[in-house]
Nanobody, 120 residues
Framework: QVHLDESGGGLVQAGGSLRLTCTATGHTDGLSKMGWFRQAPGKNREFVARILWSSRITAYGLSVEDRFTISRDNASSTAYLQMNDLKPEDTAVYYC?????????????WGQGTQITVSS
Protein backbone atom coordinates (compact mmCIF):
# COMPACT_ATOMS: atom_id res chain seq x y z
CA GLN A 1 0.00 0.00 0.00
CA VAL A 2 1.14 3.53 -0.80
CA HIS A 3 0.70 6.34 1.68
CA LEU A 4 0.81 9.95 0.52
CA ASP A 5 1.82 12.85 2.73
CA GLU A 6 1.14 16.41 1.61
CA SER A 7 2.54 19.69 2.83
CA GLY A 8 2.71 23.30 1.75
CA GLY A 9 -0.90 24.38 1.98
CA GLY A 10 -1.98 27.62 3.54
CA LEU A 11 -3.05 31.18 2.87
CA VAL A 12 -1.54 33.36 0.18
CA GLN A 13 -2.44 36.63 -1.48
CA ALA A 14 -3.48 36.84 -5.11
CA GLY A 15 -0.46 36.98 -7.37
CA GLY A 16 1.68 35.08 -4.92
CA SER A 17 3.30 31.70 -5.19
CA LEU A 18 3.18 28.49 -3.24
CA ARG A 19 4.76 25.06 -3.55
CA LEU A 20 3.05 21.85 -2.54
CA THR A 21 5.01 18.73 -1.70
CA CYS A 22 3.74 15.18 -1.83
CA THR A 23 5.84 12.27 -0.63
CA ALA A 24 4.88 8.67 -1.25
CA THR A 25 5.88 5.99 1.24
CA GLY A 26 5.21 2.30 1.54
CA HIS A 27 5.23 0.08 -1.54
CA THR A 28 6.47 2.66 -4.03
CA ASP A 29 8.48 0.41 -6.37
CA GLY A 30 5.68 0.35 -8.90
CA LEU A 31 4.90 4.06 -8.78
CA SER A 32 4.02 5.18 -12.29
CA LYS A 33 2.61 8.67 -11.85
CA MET A 34 1.73 11.30 -9.29
CA GLY A 35 -0.49 14.31 -9.49
CA TRP A 36 -2.93 16.68 -7.92
CA PHE A 37 -6.64 17.27 -8.04
CA ARG A 38 -8.52 20.05 -6.30
CA GLN A 39 -12.05 20.62 -5.10
CA ALA A 40 -13.60 23.97 -4.32
CA PRO A 41 -16.84 24.40 -2.36
CA GLY A 42 -19.84 23.63 -4.52
CA LYS A 43 -17.73 22.32 -7.39
CA ASN A 44 -16.68 18.95 -8.68
CA ARG A 45 -13.18 17.66 -8.16
CA GLU A 46 -10.93 19.13 -10.85
CA PHE A 47 -7.78 17.75 -12.42
CA VAL A 48 -4.79 20.02 -11.80
CA ALA A 49 -1.59 18.30 -12.91
CA ARG A 50 0.23 15.00 -13.17
CA ILE A 51 3.70 13.70 -13.95
CA LEU A 52 4.68 10.30 -15.31
CA TRP A 53 7.41 8.94 -13.10
CA SER A 54 9.91 7.53 -15.57
CA SER A 55 9.52 9.85 -18.54
CA ARG A 56 8.62 12.97 -16.54
CA ILE A 57 5.96 13.80 -19.10
CA THR A 58 3.56 16.28 -17.56
CA ALA A 59 -0.04 17.28 -18.09
CA TYR A 60 -2.10 20.14 -16.70
CA GLY A 61 -5.65 21.24 -16.35
CA LEU A 62 -6.62 24.09 -18.64
CA SER A 63 -7.19 26.51 -15.78
CA VAL A 64 -3.65 26.16 -14.42
CA GLU A 65 -1.44 25.17 -17.35
CA ASP A 66 0.24 28.56 -17.71
CA ARG A 67 0.84 29.07 -14.00
CA PHE A 68 1.51 25.72 -12.31
CA THR A 69 4.44 23.36 -12.73
CA ILE A 70 4.68 19.78 -11.52
CA SER A 71 8.03 18.06 -11.00
CA ARG A 72 9.55 15.12 -9.16
CA ASP A 73 12.58 14.46 -6.98
CA ASN A 74 15.25 12.09 -8.27
CA ALA A 75 16.19 10.94 -4.78
CA SER A 76 12.76 10.13 -3.40
CA SER A 77 9.18 9.35 -4.31
CA THR A 78 8.25 13.00 -4.04
CA ALA A 79 6.33 15.28 -6.35
CA TYR A 80 6.05 19.04 -6.21
CA LEU A 81 3.47 21.46 -7.47
CA GLN A 82 4.83 24.96 -7.97
CA MET A 83 1.92 27.36 -8.13
CA ASN A 84 2.58 30.86 -9.43
CA ASP A 85 0.32 33.86 -9.99
CA LEU A 86 -2.30 32.41 -7.71
CA LYS A 87 -5.85 33.63 -8.10
CA PRO A 88 -8.83 33.57 -5.74
CA GLU A 89 -10.43 30.95 -7.96
CA ASP A 90 -7.54 28.64 -7.11
CA THR A 91 -8.91 28.40 -3.59
CA ALA A 92 -9.69 24.75 -2.95
CA VAL A 93 -8.65 21.64 -1.13
CA TYR A 94 -5.77 20.12 -3.07
CA TYR A 95 -5.34 16.36 -3.07
CA CYS A 96 -2.17 14.51 -3.95
CA UNK A 97 -2.75 11.29 -5.82
CA UNK A 98 -0.68 8.51 -7.35
CA UNK A 99 -1.02 5.32 -9.33
CA UNK A 100 0.93 2.18 -10.16
CA UNK A 101 -0.33 2.34 -13.75
CA UNK A 102 0.14 4.97 -16.43
CA UNK A 103 -3.35 4.54 -17.87
CA UNK A 104 -5.32 7.76 -17.84
CA UNK A 105 -7.95 7.99 -15.16
CA UNK A 106 -6.30 5.51 -12.80
CA UNK A 107 -5.62 7.10 -9.40
CA UNK A 108 -5.75 4.51 -6.65
CA UNK A 109 -3.88 6.32 -3.87
CA TRP A 110 -4.90 9.62 -2.33
CA GLY A 111 -3.58 12.00 0.26
CA GLN A 112 -5.68 13.63 2.93
CA GLY A 113 -5.92 16.98 1.16
CA THR A 114 -4.50 20.37 2.03
CA GLN A 115 -6.35 23.68 1.98
CA ILE A 116 -5.15 26.46 -0.31
CA THR A 117 -6.80 29.82 0.22
CA VAL A 118 -5.98 32.73 -2.07
CA SER A 119 -7.12 36.13 -0.86
CA SER A 120 -7.66 39.19 -3.00
Amino acid sequence: QVHLDESGGGLVQAGGSLRLTCTATGHTDGLSKMGWFRQAPGKNREFVARILWSSRITAYGLSVEDRFTISRDNASSTAYLQMNDLKPEDTAVYYCTSSDVIKAGEWEYWGQGTQITVSS
